[in-house]
Structure formats: C-alpha cells, structure tokens
C-alpha cells in the first residue's frame, strides 16, 4: 500500500488476555518503530526495528510487551497478560533509513483493556 | 528533566494572528529536528524539518538554536484550519530515537 497500514484499527479485551498488534510499513523502508500513546501525552518510543533486528528496545515498557519483526517489513507487537494502564493508542511508523529521515505513521491500533 | 519539553496550551487565538511555539531539548548531540502536526484522534504528520539555517514554508517557519538547545515554530495569519496540536520532535544524536514533546495545542478562534 501507500501508507504505514496496522490491523486490527480498535481492539477491546479483557485485562489479562493477550494481544496482537500488526504494522506494515511503506514499501522499501528498513526503519520501523513502535510509539504508545496516552490522552494528552505525545507518542512515547517503545522500540525500533532497522530490518529484522530490534536496535533499540529501550522503551518496552515491562517484559509483557514484544515486537518481531521476522522478514524485515510486517512487524507484531505482542502484549501478554494486558493490564488496564496498557489502553492507547499504538502508533506505528516507518522511514526510508534509520537517522536524519522524515518517519511516516500509521493511523494507529486504538487498544482499550477492559 | 525530560528530554524533549513543550508548553501544553492551549493558545487560543484570533484568527489572522501570529503564534510562537518553543521547544527544549535535553540531549546537546541532536542532530534531527522536526515539527509534526496531529489533528484530534489522528496520526501525527510531517509538518517541517528544522535546519540549522532556519527555514520556512508558506506561513510557517521554524527555528533552530543549538546553543540554548530549543527549537522554536512561527505561525503567521493563522487560519481556522491550524487548529490542532503540534509535536516537537528530536532525533537524539547517535541514536535512532525520535523523542516526541507533549505537543502544544492550538485553537484559532473565528
């Protein structure tokens, strides 16, 4: 496609359940991160993809939260054991490189725990 | 101290008038610097990069200072179409990080 494309748009589950978060990137870009963000707050960095490997992870919140990204383009974040406080949107985005680049996002994964 | 810090607002004003927003950044090795804009419940998008000469699109026009390490946006004879918040944005230096601020919102008032 076009754009930075994530599935499921809005997800509702229940605290405990485990979730699945997916994000596809623009053609041909090898950067792709992982932001959260709360009501009022800016998007805040969870980790970021240069291919397949994970460069920097420094912004998983706990080891509940996960991302692959095993072929260097489709990327899953994975949630275990959701927790109220994990409600946000995640946001997804990708770019043509991994410094200086404009980074393009996606419309977002709209998470509510219940 | 956070490593990238905005004034929340809201501004609120007329339109036609001219708003500054500022922008401080904790990490002196920056190199990448941008405006994003995000309207209510919608992704954030590139509204400009930030150079270190100044630069300017249309109305708009940003500012670079790495010596007191803020950047800064001008927005001259605001529409009611720019009401939205707008998202500093810091790549920091040696890092593959962009560190968003909070966002400033803006209301342009008819």
């Known amino acids: 496609g076009a754009g930075v494309s994530q599935t499921p748009s809005n997800k509702v589950t229940e605290k405990g359940k485990y979730v699945e978060l997916r994000c596809d990137p623009i053609?041909?870009?090898?950067?792709l991160y992982w932001y959260r963000q709360s009501l009022g707050q800016g998007p805040e960095f969870l980790i970021y993809f240069q291919g397949t490997g994970a460069a920097d992870d420094s912004g998983l919140p706990n080891d509940r939260f996960f991302a692959v990204r095993p072929e260097g383009s489709v990327s899953t974040l994975k949630i275990q054991r959701t927790e109220r406080g994990d409600s946000a949107v995640y946001l997804c985005?990708?770019?043509?490189?991994?410094?200086?680049?404009?980074?393009?996002f996606g419309e977002g994964s709209w998470l509510t725990v219940v | 101290r956070k490593e990238v810090e905005q004034d929340p607002g809201p501004f609120n004003v007329p339109e036609g008038a001219t708003v500054a927003f500022n922008c401080t950044y904790s990490?002196?090795?920056?190199?990448?610097f941008f405006w994003y804009r995000q309207d209510c419940r919608k992704e954030p998008k590139l509204l400009m990069s930030v150079y270190s000469s100044g630069n300017e699109d249309g109305r708009f026009t940003a500012q670079l200072n790495r010596a007191s390490q803020y950047i800064s946006l001008l927005i001259r004879d605001s529409k009611l179409s720019d009401s939205a918040t707008y998202l500093c944005?810091?790549?920091?230096?040696?890092?593959?990080?962009?560190?968003f601020g909070t966002g400033t919102r803006l209301k342009v008032l008819a």
């Open positions: 053609s041909g870009h090898t950067a």
């Open positions: 985005a990708s770019s043509p490189g991994p410094t200086g680049n404009t980074i393009y």
């Open positions: 990490n002196s090795a920056s190199q990448s």
């Open positions: 944005v810091v790549n920091g230096g040696g890092t593959y990080k962009y560190i």
